[in-house]
């Protein structure tokens, strides 16, 4: 059986900490079940002599979360073991983590990222994450310096998240404001939550919009009003929903790619690289997945010239107009 705590709820945001804590803590790295066994927020529902396979599905689902945040997460293949995936091993290379050489903080700002660093080991480490800290030691994982000197940039929670979290635990339909590209004024929906999905970095709510009539999923940053919660009850869905709608996620996801020339050695070509499914071609452009184009061409059009969109033209003319909207905007 898991332990006592694993019904403990870890947020999202500490897990994906932790994790990048002990695979910068790592020179050789570490295999799937080191991870799974001793890091704060798997560690908690990891069983020793049973099925993690959900377990695992969450790791994969983060390990493409910290690369879409731009971390340089590295898999090693063992040379005497290749094809065996249980026997890979995971790190983040520090060296390609760290902040360039070429930058320097005046000593107000090295006193601000101090002040951020302690708010980290206090406010986000909590005493389990140490112990874990501690444990991952214990198997021979050793680092020359404080592993808490390295802040990844997670992303928060778009203010949506906890009320529709309660809806859930009570089975209650919500209403809320939303907003979609396009669309000058947002659209009050009803909706009877099913599950808050992390798909590719982001969040959303699956649910049946009462509206519509069927099931949809909603960008929780798209949700432009307070959530408000009827007093009207529904019939709890079974998992096989949450299931469902994460593989149709996937398969949008697989479906829909761009082809894009990135400028070599540039921020855009280190992150967009990187990126789950990307395929890097001889001449250097990168076919990249994406699941919303809006989304995508929001995220390309803010690498400015250092990204081409060469395919499809909705994706092109979707960056394009960003750009001239911005240089309307400023002059």
Same mark, same amino acid.
């Given at each position: 059986?898991?332990?006592?705590?694993?019904? %403990?709820?870890?947020?999202?945001?500490?897990?994906?900490?932790?994790?990048?804590?002990?695979?910068?803590a790592?020179?050789?790295?570490?295999?799937?079940?080191?991870i799974?066994?001793? #890091?704060?927020?798997?560690?908690?529902?990891?069983?020793?002599?049973?099925?993690?396979?959900?377990?695992? &599905?969450?790791?994969? &689902?983060?390990?493409?979360?910290?690369?879409?945040?731009? #971390?340089?997460?590295?898999?090693?293949?063992?040379?005497?073991?290749?094809?065996?995936?249980?026997?890979?091993r995971?790190?983040?290379?520090? !060296?390609?983590?760290?902040l360039?050489?070429?930058?320097?903080?005046?000593?107000?700002?090295?006193?601000?990222?101090?002040?951020?660093?302690?708010? $980290?080991r206090?406010?986000?480490?909590?005493?389990q994450?140490?112990? %874990?800290?501690?444990?991952?030691?214990?198997?021979? #994982?050793?680092? +020359?310096?404080?592993?808490?000197?390295?802040?990844?940039?997670?992303?928060?929670?778009?203010?949506?998240?906890?009320?529709?979290?309660?809806?859930?635990?009570?089975?209650?339909?919500?209403r809320?404001?939303?907003?979609?590209? !396009?669309?000058?004024?947002?659209?009050?929906?009803?909706?009877?939550?099913?599950?808050l999905?992390q798909?590719?970095?982001? $969040?959303?709510?699956?649910?049946?919009?009462?509206?519509?009539?069927?099931?949809?999923?909603?960008?929780?940053?798209?949700?432009?009003?307070?959530?408000?919660?009827?007093?009207? &009850?529904?019939?709890?869905?079974?998992?096989?929903?949450?299931?469902?709608?994460? %593989?149709?996620?996937?398969?949008? $996801?697989?479906?829909?790619?761009?082809?894009?020339?990135?400028?070599?050695?540039?921020?855009? %070509?280190?992150?967009?690289?990187?990126?789950?499914?990307?395929?890097?071609? !001889?001449?250097?452009?990168?076919?990249?997945?994406?699941? +919303?184009?809006?989304?995508?061409?929001?995220?390309?059009?803010?690498?400015?010239?250092?990204?081409?969109?060469?395919?499809?033209?909705?994706?092109?003319?979707?960056?394009?107009?960003?750009?001239?909207?911005?240089?309307?905007?400023? !002059?």
């Open positions: 059986m898991p332990p006592a705590s694993a019904s %403990a709820r870890i947020p999202v945001e500490e897990r994906l900490f932790s994790l990048v804590l002990a695979l910068l790592t020179d050789t790295g570490l295999t799937k079940a080191e799974l066994s001793t #890091v704060q927020g798997y560690r908690q529902r990891y069983t020793a002599t049973g099925s993690n396979v959900s377990l695992e &599905r969450q790791f994969e &689902r983060d390990k493409d979360d910290i690369r879409e945040l731009g #971390v340089p997460l590295e898999t090693i293949e063992p040379p005497n073991d290749t094809g065996n995936n249980q026997n890979l995971y790190r983040i290379p520090r !060296g390609d983590y760290e360039p050489a070429d930058i320097s903080f005046s000593a107000e700002e090295t006193t601000l990222l101090n002040l951020a660093a302690m708010v $980290w206090e406010g986000s480490l909590s005493g994450s140490r112990r %874990a800290i501690l444990k991952l030691r214990s198997l021979g #994982v050793t680092s +020359d310096e404080p592993v808490l000197g390295y802040a990844p940039r997670l992303r928060v929670r778009e203010p949506a998240f906890d009320p529709l979290s309660a809806a859930l635990e009570k089975k209650v339909v919500v809320f404001g939303y907003l979609k590209p !396009g669309e000058a004024d947002a659209r009050v929906r009803t909706v009877a939550p099913i599950a999905i798909h590719q970095g982001r $969040w959303m709510l699956h649910g049946e919009d009462k509206d519509a009539g069927g099931t949809r999923n909603f960008l929780l940053r798209r949700i432009v009003m307070p959530i408000t919660t009827t007093t009207t &009850r529904f019939t709890p869905f079974g998992p096989e929903a949450t299931a469902r709608a994460m %593989a149709e996620l996937d398969q949008i $996801w697989d479906e829909r790619t761009g082809l894009v020339e990135v400028e070599a050695n540039s921020d855009a %070509a280190t992150r967009l690289s990187k990126r789950r499914g990307t395929t890097v071609s !001889g001449d250097g452009t990168l076919q990249l997945h994406f699941s +919303d184009i809006n989304l995508f061409a929001d995220e390309l059009a803010g690498y400015g010239p250092e990204v081409l969109v060469l395919s499809p033209p909705e994706l092109r003319e979707a960056v394009r107009s960003r750009l001239i909207r911005t240089a309307a905007d400023h !002059g």
